[in-house]
C-alpha cells in the first residue's frame, strides 16, 4: 500500500537552479496538492490539481510550475530556485470529493544555497 | 480570510492524563474540519475528519468536537501515552468546490513517561 510517494526525501539546489519535486499516489484519487511548510508559518497551498489536465493556484504559487498528465503524478517544478524557497514541501491527495481525508507523502526536504 | 489557531503552542504532560488541544477558525461557514498528527521529519497522518453537519468524531482514545457557531473544535485524547507525543494540526475546509485546506500552526504535544 504506497499511498502518495514523494521524491526525493532531501535536495540541494544552487541559487537559479531548477528542478522537478515528483509526486505519485495510486489511490487513483482525482483531487491533488502541494504545499509548503515552513516554521512559525504553517502549511499554505502552493497549486492543486481537480483531475487530469486540470490545475489551478493557491495561496503561494509563484516561482512554481505544475502540470498533470496522468491521474497518478503531480510534479512540482522550482523555475529557478532562491533562498526564499527553501521549505519541506508535501504532496496530498484525496478522493474526488471535498469532503473525503486527505493523504499527505512524507515531504521533500528542500535547500537552496 | 479564514485563519485558523491553535493553542497552546506547545503542551507537556505526564503518561495517562487525559488532554484537550483546541482549534478555532474565524470564518465559520466551512465544509469540513480535519485533525492531523505529524512525527518528526514525518508526513501529516490524518486522525480524525469531521463534517460540518457532524457535532464529533471518535477513534479509539480520540475524540474531535466541532461548534461551527463558535468557530472551535477541540481534540480530547484519552489516557495520553509517550507514543502520543507529535505534533497536532487542525486544517478546516472553507466550502464546497474549495478544495484548499487552511492550516493551524499544530500543537507540540511531549507526553512525559
Known amino acids: 500500500n504506497a499511498g502518495v510517494t514523494q521524491t526525493p526525501k532531501f535536495q540541494v539546489l544552487k541559487t537559479g537552479q531548477s528542478m522537478t519535486l515528483q509526486c505519485a499516489q495510486d489511490?487513483?484519487?482525482?483531487?491533488m496538492s502541494w504545499y509548503r511548510q515552513d516554521p512559525g508559518m504553517g502549511l499554505r497551498l502552493i497549486h492543486y490539481s481537480v483531475g487530469a489536465g486540470i490545475t489551478d493556484q493557491g495561496e503561494v504559487p509563484n516561482g512554481y510550475n505544475v502540470s498533470r498528465s496522468t491521474t497518478e503524478d503531480f510534479p512540482l517544478r522550482l523555475l529557478s530556485a532562491a533562498p526564499s524557497q527553501t521549505s519541506v514541501y508535501f504532496c496530498?491527495?484525496?478522493?474526488?470529493?471535498?469532503?473525503?481525508?486527505?493523504?499527505f507523502g512524507d515531504g521533500t526536504r528542500l535547500s537552496i544555497l | 480570510k479564514q485563519e485558523v489557531t491553535q493553542i497552546p503552542a506547545a503542551l507537556s504532560v505526564p503518561e495517562g492524563e487525559n488532554l484537550v488541544l483546541n482549534c478555532s477558525f474565524t470564518?465559520?461557514?466551512?465544509?469540513?474540519l480535519q485533525w492531523f498528527r505529524q512525527d518528526p521529519g514525518k508526513g501529516l497522518t490524518s486522525l480524525l475528519l469531521i463534517q460540518s453537519s457532524q457535532r464529533e468524531q471518535t477513534s479509539g482514545r480520540l475524540n474531535a468536537s466541532l461548534d461551527k457557531s463558535s468557530g472551535r473544535s477541540t481534540l480530547y485524547i484519552a489516557a495520553s501515552q509517550p507514543g502520543d507525543s507529535a505534533t497536532y494540526l487542525c486544517?478546516?475546509?472553507?466550502?464546497?468546490?474549495?478544495?484548499?485546506?487552511?492550516f493551524g500552526k499544530g500543537t507540540k504535544l511531549s507526553v512525559i513517561p
Open positions: 489511490m487513483n484519487h482525482e483531487y
Open positions: 496530498a491527495s484525496s478522493y474526488s470529493s471535498w469532503a473525503a481525508n486527505q493523504h
Open positions: 486544517a478546516v475546509n472553507s466550502g464546497a468546490g474549495s478544495y484548499q485546506l487552511t
Open positions: 470564518d465559520s461557514a466551512i465544509y469540513n
